[in-house]
């Protein structure tokens, strides 16, 4: 599928950088670019050669201001119940797809998160961003429910349930100093330094073991729904039995 709205490239060996690329709209999602990334994170679920994809959006105004409004007053009108039900679940279901993408998923976010912009760095891994990034739950502030784009099950469990309900609620934004005080991110730096230091952590990632990334991915995700230790312990057993047993036979394989 040849991209309009998003751009890829692998910027070294096992890392593949993705960029949201419609930077005069904001990176706003249309529904070709709904349909653009359905396809990037369905071909990344087999990819063996992709380790670690970064995500950041193009331009300098933002990171993403989630839907596109001028399309979609556009559009809304002219669906059937059925149809604006299925885009719904289709662009709410992206953030899905990059839970079970295998690969761990660092994103740099400049300026404005705004709805499912904001669920693109709830769903992801570890997050990078500049003093002047801000997020809202901003579903809220176009007359729809404040819960949608999967972050009434993301926020609480990342910043807890009391905050979550007020940014939420409210749909106000989350400035980078909060978010980094709630726990959400993992580094604030310089716009100009954000894709060298998600280098830097691709970088340290990209030199432990391959499966062993993809198994803490699926480890920590089915975790956050485990019903009690007793059940994120036999999800850790059977990866680190996995990965030894891997380990031990690619030994044998070498003296043999």
């Known amino acids: 599928m040849e991209y309009k709205t998003i751009q890829y490239e692998t910027v070294e060996k096992g890392i593949m950088q993705l960029s949201l690329n419609r930077p005069d709209s904001y990176n706003a999602i249309t529904h070709l670019m709904m349909e653009e990334l359905e396809d990037f994170w369905r071909q990344r679920l087999y990819d ?3 380790v670690i994809v970064l995500l950041k959006g193009n331009g300098e105004k933002g990171f993403c201001a989630g839907l596109d409004m001028k399309e979609s007053m556009e559009t809304a009108p002219k669906m059937s119940t ?5 885009f719904q679940a289709r662009l709410a279901r992206i953030n899905l797809h990059m839970r079970r993408a295998p690969q761990p998923i660092i994103t740099t976010v400049h300026g404005a998160a705004a709805g499912q912009g904001f669920s693109f760095v709830l769903s992801s891994d570890i997050r990078i961003i500049s003093p002047d990034a801000k997020f809202s739950a901003a579903y809220i502030n176009i007359g729809l429910g404040g819960a949608d784009m999967a972050c ?7 910043i807890g349930a009391g905050r979550a309900y007020e940014f939420m609620y409210t749909g106000k ?5 909060e978010a980094w005080n709630l726990g959400l ?11 060298e230091t998600a280098m830097e952590y ?7 073991n391959h499966m062993g990334l993809r198994l803490t991915k699926e480890a920590i995700n089915m975790n956050l729904d485990a019903g009690g230790m007793e059940q994120a312990l036999n999800m850790e057993d059977r990866n680190q039995t996995l990965l030894a047993m891997g380990a031990a036979l690619k030994m044998n394989k070498i003296k043999g």
Do not use: G, N
């Open 173 to 177: 934004f989350m400035t980078s100093e």
């Open 202 to 208: 691709a970088k340290i990632m990209i030199t432990k």
């Open 152 to 158: 009434s099950y993301l926020l609480p469990r990342m």
């Open 48 to 50: 063996l050669d992709t």
């Open 82 to 86: 059925e149809e604006f039900y299925r």
């Open 185 to 195: 991110v993992s580094r604030v730096v310089e716009r100009d330094k954000l894709q």
